[in-house]
């Protein structure tokens, strides 16, 4: 199994961003797929989550209304669209596949002015 995430960076408050995670090593469109950030000096916390056909999603409290996750089965791909970002929001996030524990390397978003 292999994540590999791509699409952060450096955003002003109020920026956008789109992260992406490219799957491989299993069957990508069978499994729950979600979203993880760490803030420095915090501990992991789950951002969102998508079922398998997509029908299904969850967010955190957090990020309810400005995040938006989706995966595109035929690409192997999961995606998370952030709008209307905020400082709180600055981490490295991370795509994790659920049913083999397994995380990518993780992506830096910084949301400074």
């Known amino acids: 199994v292999q994540l590999a995430e791509s699409g952060g960076g450096l955003v002003q408050p109020g920026g956008s961003l789109r992260l992406s995670c490219a799957a491989s090593g299993f069957t990508f469109s069978n499994y729950l797929m979600r979203w993880y950030r760490q803030a420095p000096g915090k501990e992991r916390e789950l951002v969102a989550g998508?079922?398998?056909?997509?029908?299904?999603?969850n967010y955190a409290d957090s990020v309810k209304g400005r995040f938006t996750i989706s995966r595109d089965n035929a690409k192997n791909t999961v995606y998370l669209q952030m709008n209307s970002l905020k400082p709180e929001d600055t981490a490295v996030y991370y795509c994790?596949?659920?049913?083999?524990?397994?995380w990518g390397q993780g992506t830096q978003v910084t949301v400074s002015s």
């Open positions: 998508i079922s398998s056909t997509g029908g299904t999603t």
């Open positions: 994790y596949a659920w049913a083999f524990n397994s």
